[in-house]
């Protein structure tokens, strides 16, 4: 073999799955001994190097754990990371925090990095791009790694992952702006072909069918400037559209921009729900519309299942959504 092993390459030497592998790399008492021997002798037989001073500094419990996020300009990436650091240190944990910026290749340097410091655990809201790499690096490292917000990964049985139900947010703000009346409802901001646009879009997408409304999608990365953008750019190319559900808050928060410029008054005849519910939110003028996904309390509820798979050898389940709800405001009244 020409390149380096990776987990996959063990995985189909074995006759195994990835997530089986992970398990022997961290050492989990769950898998059988005979499986265990035959993925040990898969990893000798391709030369599968496995990172042991990693994890023997792993072992020694330095209490720190790796928390590398997309965007932590983005509030709501923000409010998870401050959540899961102080419910933490609550634990006598702290938290080696990292910024992306959404790109991949300081993402696994940042990886390696935590790695050579011998973290306990990763937490990662991953950017895409180089996720075979990103993650085989932890997994020779046998260090227990949760994926959250996004998952790049589906190997949630040695990578589990936890997210709020945005299809039950898209679906509970789509059917919200129904129900006021709204019959061309356009989706504003979401990158084409990530699977979080997807997910998030899903049940916006389920509500207009079963209501009989075509869906309108402006793709495009979910910030303030493009909100702004996009609201000018559909007032002059489909002035029908009576309603909006953006792909996160800061999109919405454009798009109110957009609206002041416009002399259009969200909630008068053209409403806007955001997702997030990012404090700023409230503080809004007019108040904006949104999907809570209560990110102080995941935050809280990722750090315990996280510090129980440590202390308690309890990995959590492999795929977690938690409950969002409704937050009506002015924009949607």
Not at 188 to 211: K, N, W
Not at 217 to 242: C, N, V
Not at 269 to 284: K, L, P, Q, T, Y
Not at 292 to 304: H, K, L, T, V, Y
């Amino acid at each position: 073999m020409d390149r380096r092993p990776t987990i996959k390459d063990v995985a189909r030497a074995a006759g195994v799955s990835k997530s089986t592998v992970s398990l022997v790399l961290q050492n989990n008492p769950a898998v059988k001994a005979e499986t265990r021997v035959s993925v040990q002798k898969a990893m000798a037989r391709i030369g599968y190097v496995y990172n042991r001073a990693a994890a023997t500094l792993r072992s020694s419990n330095t209490g720190l754990i790796g928390l590398i996020i997309n965007d932590l300009r983005n509030p709501f990436f923000t409010e998870f990371a401050i959540s899961l650091q102080m419910a933490l240190s609550n634990r006598h944990y702290a938290a080696v925090v990292a910024n992306t910026d959404e790109d991949p290749d300081l993402q696994l340097q940042m990886v390696e990095a935590m790695i050579q410091h011998g973290v306990d655990a990763f937490v990662i809201s991953p950017a895409y791009g180089r996720e075979d790499e990103t993650f085989d690096a932890i997994a020779r490292a046998g260090i227990p790694t949760m994926q959250v917000l996004r998952r790049v990964v589906d190997d949630t049985g040695a990578f589990p992952f936890a997210a709020p139900d945005y299809y039950a947010g898209s679906q509970l703000a789509t059917r919200h702006l129904i129900d006021k009346g709204c019959r061309r409802i356009a989706y504003v901001g979401g990158l084409e072909g990530r699977a979080v646009t997807r997910e998030r879009m899903s049940g916006y997408l389920d509500a207009l069918r079963d209501a009989g409304i075509e869906p309108r999608h402006f793709p495009g990365r979910p910030s303030r400037a493009f909100g702004r953008e996009t609201l000018l750019q559909l007032r002059q190319q489909d002035p029908d559209i009576d309603g909006v559900l953006c792909f996160n808050d800061l999109t919405a928060l454009g798009l109110l921009a957009g609206c002041n410029q416009s002399g259009l008054v969200a909630g008068r005849g053209f409403r806007v729900v955001g997702f997030d519910d990012i404090e700023e939110c409230a503080d809004s003028y007019p108040g904006l519309s949104t999907v809570s996904c209560d990110i102080a309390n995941f935050g809280e509820n990722i750090a315990s299942g996280l510090l129980d798979w440590l202390t308690d050898n309890k990995a959590p389940q492999p795929e977690t959504r938690t409950p969002v709800h409704l937050v009506i405001r002015d924009t949607s009244k």
